[in-house]
């Protein structure tokens, strides 16, 4: 589409009319815009999970190992906020926190992307790693 959009700069410059590179690029704008739909129908339909691993902020990431680590550090007030309403962790015993299976999932999920992160740019970048988010764990 990149490209297209380029390409159809280049011929309003040059005061000139493609027909068939305006028709290309409504097609695939059109064809992206029904794509966005179907992933979002299926989502909604399936029970995606909005607030998944894949969403957390940094500061919510680290926060969350350092609760699995059992580090007596000053914790992000407002990363266990988000942690907690979304069910990754919970007040145990009214002092200290603990991680729910959806935060042990969290937790690995983050741990295999840094790791396939890792190999990806000791490889180069021009591998052929699958996304982490859709080669599951």
Known sequence: MK????????????DRRDSDLNNGMIGQFEAYRRAEY???KYRQEHGYDWYGPERLSDRAVVTLRRIANGIVEKLDKQALKTLSENGFIKLFRKIKWRLTAKGERAIKYHDERDAWLKKKNEIGGDSELGDPATTGF
């Open 3 to 14: 490209h297209a959009v380029i390409e159809q700069l280049k011929c309003t410059i040059a």
């Open 38 to 40: 179907d992933s979002w």
